[in-house]
């Protein structure tokens, strides 16, 4: 029997991608499309809505979040609520909220995922860089991606970020009495590893992560080129959650 699937943000970058893979995906259905500011009321058959309260009682297994961080935590909520496994890609939520809707899920007996990344490369540099750290304490990392993206750092520099720190020793980069004659030259702070953030048009989603040693560099750098590079990790996560009963945070606890 097919997976059935609502895709909330269906008309952003993200979103449109998703809708062509879901619709291409035999093994899925897609039951429902949710942005509130459209006035389509369907697409190729698939109703359409505005507000996500109309979906209250849908005959649906999976959410699909691409939306905007300011929703983001409040549509989950409300898919696990409402007896949705969320499969989630927006960006901007907090560890604490992560850990609220964990908590939600369990009780509510649902599988998901929230993900800041879905590329299998991005989810492999991250574990790359989190074995590296070990070895490497001195690091800083550089997020690259499109100048229509909301947050920064992005969701994937915050959560490699976290890898590291957890088998890093916490240290300051850079010596302990160094000035910034323009603010924020030196990126933002993350347990004492700074990560930088660089928006251009032509940019899709990419990060380094740079490694220091003496007389030695190691650079890790992984490029979405497409928003298709997403796609397999989605589907991925669209069969995973439906057997589950405890929202995850990071691809990799799926595969
Ligand atoms: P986007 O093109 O701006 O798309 C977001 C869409 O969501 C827009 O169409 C927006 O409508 C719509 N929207 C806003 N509020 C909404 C709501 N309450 N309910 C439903 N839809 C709503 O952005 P994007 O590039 O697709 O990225 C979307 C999110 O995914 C971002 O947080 C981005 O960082 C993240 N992302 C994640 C991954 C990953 O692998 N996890 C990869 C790339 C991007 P309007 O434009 O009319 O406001």
Known sequence: MSIKVIIAGFKGKMGQAAYKM?????????????????????????????????????????????????????????????????????????????????????????????????????????????????YFPDVEIIELHHDQKKDAPSGTAVKTAELISQVRTSKQQGVADETESLAGARGAEF???????????????????IFGSQGEGLTLRHDSYDRVSFMTGVNLAIKEVVKRAELVYGLEHLL
């Open 22 to 134: 879901v619709t291409e995906d035999s093994d899925l259905e897609l039951v429902a499309l949710l942005d509130p500011f459209t006035s389509e009321k369907e697409v190729a058959g698939v109703p359409v809505f505005n507000q996500k309260e109309e979906l209250i009682g849908l005959d649906a297994q999976v959410w699909v979040d691409f939306t905007t961080p300011a929703v983001a935590y409040e549509n989950t909520r409300f898919a696990l609520e409402n007896g949705f496994a969320p499969v989630v890609g927006t960006t901007g939520f907090t560890s604490e909220e992560i850990a609220e809707l964990t908590e939600l899920s369990r009780s509510k007996k649902l599988g998901g995922l929230i993900a800041p990344n879905f590329a299998l490369g991005a989810v492999l540099l991250m574990q790359f860089a989190a074995q590296a750290a070990k």
């Open 191 to 209: 347990d004492g590893m700074r990560i930088h953030s660089v928006r251009l048009p032509g940019l899709v989603a990419h990060q380094e992560v």
